[in-house]
């Protein structure tokens, strides 16, 4: 952009140098706007990575925290039934060895056994009402009751809590019945199940407990800090035992799983970081470089071929035959890229360059793919065209130069007008539609429905195709207007002799709804979506192959039912 002379905007006042003025400033204000816009676009297009990191990452967290804390479930079970069961042997193998009583020989082996296992603390014999008769260590018995009271249809194996403790855990006693009033049982000491499993970072947050039978506490360690308190932030496992009535709950605040995490987002946030710098720096230079420059660099990318043609295949829905196909634009960087038509059209048709880019996309694609339409001259080729083609007749002039000596007939062009950019001049575009269908070009009013024109363009251009929006097809299942709208397009398109094709079809209960409101042609991604020429080519190729068979299997079949037919009429007529 050119820098004013101060001096000269004070000094000459005249009524063009005024507009110039007028055109410089509204040029400067025009870069300001479109230099914080660029700049606001690439901190977004930066930070928005930084949003999903964190969710990966804390879902990862969860999931990390839930599987742990299923292991620190899974280990205080796995000590507690080992417990139980070992215990559980030795009362088993006292009894089978007929040591039940308090005598001194009987005595001798209790205090054997409590050396040679480690995890019992004292072996004894309790009576039926649960008092201890005798104990090894020696203890005061003084009517202690270790055990409730039996029943006669109690089990053979009691587990119960007494009131000793060691780091959160109870001292468990186990009892085994003799069948004559009495019991053997063992106190399991605290130690064997008082443990401290699990990873540091949820260690220091999370609550562990174990249950026994209808909620009695055997063991529980941890608790929360003012990390979580609402329910709904709180991670909870519960794990249960397949031996015995045994339940273990481990329970921490999701934020202490993100603490596995923490060094992650630093790093993604300094990599989102600098990545943010980058795009604004290069925002800042995209924006405020001459416009000159960017515009000699889009007309070298024209000069070099680098605007190529791609083919969506329109399909007929009934059949499964090819219909044709839609020319639609991409730029192919020198790097290989594809560049999508979004990021680049609105300049090309605001600078003009889109009058040589359309011209390019029709050579190209007479020589790409005019064997394939010559072999097949019942296929269309549709070319998009925008509001500044119908201000003159040099696209007439082009379409006839550029295809009268090729393969693809004049019968087989279509030229889509879009709704979504108003024509400038009616009467004019309608002369130029006209001497189009007198070469044979079909004309297609695009995006119907969804721009300026509406039945002021079906009314006056006397278009012979109308193409439904995708925004319509999305919802044809789901909204009754849009199914309202399409059938009304549908019974217009009847009533006036066009054609109708449905855009971006991409499921399958589209095409059956289609097919029920009476369009039989559509395009979209459920088919294929745009491709270069020789996929396309390939596309056709077996999409043809594949009709065919069907045609065949479909032939066979009907010759099949008829033979039968004829054969039953035989049948009756000769019985």
């Given at each position: 952009?050119?820098?004013?002379?101060?001096?000269?905007?004070?000094?000459?006042?005249?009524?063009?140098?005024?507009?110039?003025?007028?055109e410089?400033?509204?040029?400067?204000?025009?870069?300001?706007?479109?230099?914080?816009?660029?700049?606001?676009i690439?901190?977004?297009?930066?930070?928005?990575?930084?949003?999903?990191?964190?969710?990966?990452l804390?879902?990862?967290?969860?999931?990390?925290?839930?599987?742990?804390?299923?292991?620190?479930?899974?280990?205080?079970?796995?000590?507690?039934?080992?417990?139980?069961?070992?215990?559980?042997?030795?009362?088993?193998?006292?009894?089978?060895?007929?040591?039940?009583t308090?005598?001194?020989?009987?005595r001798?082996?209790?205090?054997?056994?409590?050396?040679?296992?480690?995890?019992?603390?004292?072996?004894?014999?309790?009576?039926?009402?649960?008092?201890?008769?005798?104990?090894?260590?020696?203890?005061?018995?003084?009517?202690?009751?270790?055990?409730?009271?039996?029943?006669?249809?109690?089990?053979l194996?009691?587990?119960?809590?007494?009131?000793?403790?060691?780091?959160?855990?109870?001292?468990?006693?186990?009892?085994?019945?003799?069948?004559?009033?009495?019991?053997?049982?063992?106190?399991?000491?605290p130690?064997?199940?008082?443990?401290?499993?699990?990873?540091?970072?949820?260690?220091?947050?999370?609550?562990?407990?174990?249950?026994?039978?209808?909620?009695?506490?055997?063991?529980?360690?941890?608790?929360?800090?003012?990390?979580?308190?609402?329910?709904?932030?709180?991670l909870?496992?519960?794990?249960?035992?397949?031996?015995?009535?045994?339940?273990?709950?481990?329970?921490?605040?999701?934020?202490?799983?993100?603490?596995?995490?923490?060094?992650?987002?630093?790093?993604?946030?300094?990599?989102?970081?600098?990545?943010?710098?980058?795009?604004?720096?290069?925002?800042?230079?995209?924006?405020?470089?001459?416009?000159?420059?960017?515009?000699?660099?889009?007309?070298?990318?024209?000069?070099?071929?680098e605007?190529?043609?791609?083919?969506?295949?329109?399909?007929?829905?009934?059949?499964?035959?090819l219909?044709g196909?839609?020319?639609?634009?991409?730029?192919?960087?020198?790097?290989?890229?594809?560049?999508?038509?979004?990021?680049?059209?609105?300049?090309?048709?605001?600078?003009?360059?889109?009058?040589?880019?359309?011209?390019?996309?029709?050579?190209?694609?007479?020589?790409?793919?005019?064997?394939?339409?010559?072999?097949?001259?019942?296929?269309?080729?549709?070319?998009?065209?925008?509001?500044?083609?119908?201000?003159?007749?040099?696209?007439?002039s082009?379409?006839?130069?550029?295809?009268?000596?090729?393969?693809?007939?004049?019968?087989?062009?279509?030229?889509?007008?879009?709704?979504?950019?108003?024509?400038?001049?009616?009467?004019?575009a309608?002369?130029?539609?006209?001497?189009?269908?007198?070469?044979?070009?079909?004309?297609a009013?695009?995006?119907?429905?969804?721009?300026?024109?509406?039945?002021?363009?079906?009314?006056?251009?006397?278009?012979?195709?109308?193409?439904?929006?995708?925004?319509?097809?999305?919802?044809?299942?789901?909204?009754?207007?849009?199914?309202?709208?399409?059938?009304?397009?549908?019974?217009?398109?009847?009533?006036?002799?066009?054609?109708?094709?449905?855009?971006?079809?991409?499921?399958?209960?589209?095409?059956?709804?289609?097919?029920?409101?009476?369009?039989?042609?559509?395009?979209?991604?459920?088919?294929?979506?745009?491709?270069?020429?020789?996929?396309?080519?390939?596309?056709?190729?077996?999409?043809?192959?594949?009709?065919?068979?069907?045609?065949?299997?479909?032939?066979?079949?009907?010759a099949?039912?008829?033979?039968?037919?004829?054969?039953?009429?035989?049948?009756?007529?000769?019985?």
């Amino acid at each position: 952009m050119k820098l004013l002379n101060l001096q000269s905007l004070f000094t000459q006042i005249s009524h063009g140098q005024k507009e110039f003025i007028h055109e410089q400033a509204c040029d400067l204000s025009f870069r300001y706007v479109g230099f914080v816009k660029t700049v606001l676009i690439a901190l977004a297009l930066a930070t928005a990575p930084l949003f999903a990191i964190n969710v990966i990452l804390n879902q990862y967290a969860e999931r990390r925290a839930v599987v742990e804390m299923e292991a620190m479930g899974n280990v205080a079970i796995h000590r507690a039934e080992e417990a139980i069961s070992t215990t559980v042997s030795l009362l088993q193998r006292l009894d089978r060895d007929d040591v039940q009583t308090c005598s001194a020989e009987d005595r001798g082996i209790y205090e054997k056994q409590i050396v040679e296992h480690g995890m019992i603390d004292a072996i004894g014999l309790a009576d039926a009402a649960g008092q201890r008769m005798c104990i090894i260590p020696d203890r005061d018995l003084a009517g202690k009751v270790v055990l409730p009271p039996m029943r006669e249809d109690g089990p053979l194996v009691g587990i119960g809590m007494l009131d000793r403790n060691y780091l959160g855990a109870r001292a468990a006693v186990i009892s085994w019945d003799l069948k004559d009033q009495t019991r053997l049982f063992a106190e399991v000491t605290p130690a064997v199940i008082a443990i401290d499993p699990g990873p540091e970072y949820l260690r220091s947050y999370r609550r562990a407990e174990l249950r026994l039978g209808n909620n009695l506490l055997w063991y529980s360690i941890g608790g929360y800090n003012s990390e979580a308190t609402d329910p709904s932030q709180i991670l909870s496992v519960e794990v249960s035992s397949q031996l015995y009535p045994l339940v273990a709950t481990i329970t921490a605040p999701i934020s202490a799983a993100g603490n596995v995490v923490q060094d992650l987002k630093v790093v993604a946030a300094a990599a989102c970081a600098g990545i943010a710098l980058l795009f604004v720096a290069i925002g800042v230079w995209l924006s405020w470089r001459p416009e000159r420059e960017a515009d000699d660099e889009f007309i070298a990318a024209i000069r070099n071929g680098e605007f190529i043609p791609y083919y969506q295949p329109v399909m007929d829905i009934e059949s499964g035959r090819l219909r044709g196909c839609e020319i639609l634009m991409r730029w192919r960087r020198p790097n290989g890229m594809i560049v999508s038509p979004g990021q680049f059209m609105a300049y090309a048709e605001n600078n003009g360059h889109i009058f040589d880019m359309t011209r390019h996309m029709m050579r190209v694609s007479s020589e790409e793919i005019g064997d394939l339409y010559g072999d097949n001259p019942d296929l269309k080729l549709s070319i998009n065209l925008f509001a500044g083609h119908f201000l003159d007749r040099e696209i007439i002039s082009d379409i006839r130069s550029i295809f009268e000596k090729s393969r693809i007939s004049f019968q087989q062009i279509v030229v889509e007008v879009t709704e979504r950019h108003p024509l400038e001049d009616m009467e004019l575009a309608r002369k130029i539609i006209a001497e189009l269908q007198a070469l044979g070009v079909r004309v297609a009013l695009d995006d119907v429905g969804t721009g300026h024109g509406g039945m002021a363009y079906l009314q006056k251009l006397g278009v012979d195709i109308i193409k439904i929006d995708k925004m319509f097809i999305d919802t044809i299942g789901s909204d009754d207007n849009s199914t309202t709208i399409v059938d009304s397009m549908v019974e217009l398109a009847d009533n006036l002799g066009m054609g109708i094709i449905a855009e971006g079809v991409e499921m399958e209960e589209q095409i059956d709804r289609l097919l029920e409101l009476g369009v039989t042609a559509a395009q979209g991604y459920f088919f294929a979506a745009p491709m270069p020429a020789d996929e396309f080519i390939a596309f056709a190729e077996r999409t043809d192959e594949e009709a065919n068979e069907r045609s065949r299997l479909a032939a066979e079949a009907a010759a099949a039912e008829q033979a039968a037919n004829e054969a039953a009429m035989r049948k009756n007529a000769a019985a």
